[in-house]
Each structure stands twice: as C-alpha cells, then as structure tokens.
C-alpha cells in the first residue's frame, strides 16, 4: 500500500526559496495524477498545483503561478514543489495528495509540512 510523506517545510523569510518533496513509500505509479494543497490557520484547504503522471502536465492555482513548480521523478518515486519568492500569505500547512482509485479525487494523503514565511 503506498503512503505519501511530505518534507522539506521551514521557517523562511519573504523572497527565499524552498523545495517541498512528496515521496511514496511504495511504488508511485505513473499514472498517479498528484497534487500539492495548502492549509492555513482557520482557513480552509486549497489547491495549489497538481502534476499528471508522467509529468508531462501541471496546473497552478493564480496565487502561485509564475512562483511555484511542481515536478515529478517516478523512478524516485517523488513529486516536488519548488516554491520561490516565497510570500506570508504561503504560510500554511502543506499537504501532497494522489489520485490512486477514482480519477478526479484525491483518496490518499500525506500528513503535511509546515511552512512558514515571515516578512
């Protein structure tokens, strides 16, 4: 059974960098379409970006394209979130997601790294 664990959140300043990593425990699929959410406090969860399995295709949520990349090396097993020109308001809890049974919803989750941008 595969499990997704995210890493790679932190405490960062305004304008620098960080790279999330998603990585599944068992075999990632490429046909695993996966996507990377975000929760901040006392706001509900959204999209950021989402990257089909061969990683040929991405979407971007408006707040973060042009800033945010998403990725995927299925030899590693892995999708990534480059995150640049980090803002306060990306300051959230974030969560990568995988459509494993039913194309449209996401069913397996990972349990979320914090990231947190200070100004």
């Known amino acids: 059974q595969v499990q997704l664990v995210e890493s790679g959140g932190g405490l960062v300043q305004a304008g620098d960098s960080l790279r999330l990593s998603c990585v599944a425990s068992?075999?990632?699929?490429?046909?695993?379409?996966t996507g990377w959410f975000r929760q901040a406090p006392g706001k509900e969860r959204e999209f950021v970006a989402t990257?089909?399995?061969?990683?040929?295709?991405?979407l971007y949520s408006d707040s973060v394209k042009g800033r945010f990349t998403i990725s995927r090396d299925n030899a590693k097993n892995t999708v990534y979130l480059q995150m640049n020109s980090l803002k306060p308001e990306d300051t959230a809890v974030y969560y990568c997601?995988?459509?494993?049974?039913?194309?449209?919803?996401?069913?397996?989750w990972g349990q979320g790294t914090q990231v947190t941008v200070s100004s």
């Open positions: 997601a995988a459509q494993i049974t039913l194309p449209g919803k996401y069913d397996l």
């Open positions: 068992g075999r990632m699929s490429s046909t695993y379409r």
């Open positions: 990257i089909n399995g061969s990683g040929g295709s991405a």
